[in-house]
Nanobody, 124 residues
Framework: QVHLVESGGGLVQAGGSLRLSCAAT????????MSWFRQAIGKEREFVAM????????TYADSVKGRFTISRDNAKNTLSLQMNSLKPEDTAVYYC?????????????????WGQGTQVTVSS
């Protein structure tokens, strides 16, 4: 079992940057594939970025590729998402999620544990 808590959200102008963090408690963080998802008002939750157990592989949604960077520190049980060149369409609640099977998958139903989310608002 792992408990996830996101932080770092806020209000930023278009073109600005934010760094989200996800603190994980519980054992075996390094055995979980970790991802970020987001959900805008009136829309379905969507995949944003994924990182493998070791941190050696990453995958991004086309909409954020080149602007967002996912990383993890297994020694500190933390997951991060550096978001640059933010756009108003990036406005959403951002969630970190853990796949206890440690597989490389991007579907929502693959993930067993979720944080409570952190709001990111990008003004134009």
């Amino acid at each position: 079992q792992v408990h996830l808590v996101e932080s770092g959200g806020g209000l930023v102008q278009a073109g600005g940057s934010l760094r989200l963090s996800c603190a994980a408690t519980g054992r075996a963080f390094s055995t979980y594939t970790m991802s970020w998802f987001r959900q805008a008002i009136g829309k379905e939750r969507e995949f944003v970025a994924m990182i493998s157990k070791s941190g050696g592989s990453t995958t991004y949604a086309d909409s954020v590729k080149g602007r967002f960077t996912i990383s993890r520190d297994n020694a500190k049980n933390t997951l991060s998402l550096q978001m640059n060149s933010l756009k108003p369409e990036d406005t959403a609640v951002y969630y970190c999620a853990a796949d206890r099977n440690g597989l490389y998958r991007t579907r929502i139903y693959n993930y067993d544990y979720w944080g409570q989310g952190t709001q990111v608002t990008v003004s134009s």
